[in-house]
């Protein structure tokens, strides 16, 4: 099991910077793959950036160039910097940990989710 615990959410106006954090109960070393997601009103959950299983980095085309994943290890702890962010960056922010156990069965967990809101 993986607790998931968020924080950095707010209000920022366009073009200012929020920086995300995802604590994780346990060793991220253990982890399978990490990343946040985000939900905006009355659409699907989508990617936004993730370290994949294999060890790759994958952004959301919208977010290219602005956004940037990165982790601690010795904090356990995923961060999303979120540069020039827009107005149509506003969701509710969540992170993601998936774990694979040695029969290969995979298991995803989720934060509770911080709001970020971007005026314009």
């Known amino acids: 099991q993986v607790q998931l615990v968020e924080s950095g959410g707010g209000l920022v106006q366009a073009g200012g910077s929020l920086r995300l954090s995802c604590a994780a109960s346990r060793s991220i070393f253990t982890i399978n793959a990490m990343g946040w997601y985000r939900q905006a009103p009355g659409k699907q959950r989508e990617l936004v950036a993730a370290?994949?299983?294999?060890?790759?980095?994958n952004y959301a085309n919208s977010v290219k160039g602005r956004f940037t994943i990165d982790r601690d290890y010795a904090k356990n702890t995923v961060y999303l910097q979120m540069n020039s962010l827009k107005p149509e960056d506003t969701a509710v922010y969540y992170c993601n940990a998936q774990t694979v156990n040695s029969r290969l069965q995979f298991d995803d967990y989720w934060g509770q989710g911080t709001q970020v809101t971007v005026s314009s």
């Open positions: 370290f994949s299983g294999g060890g790759s980095t």
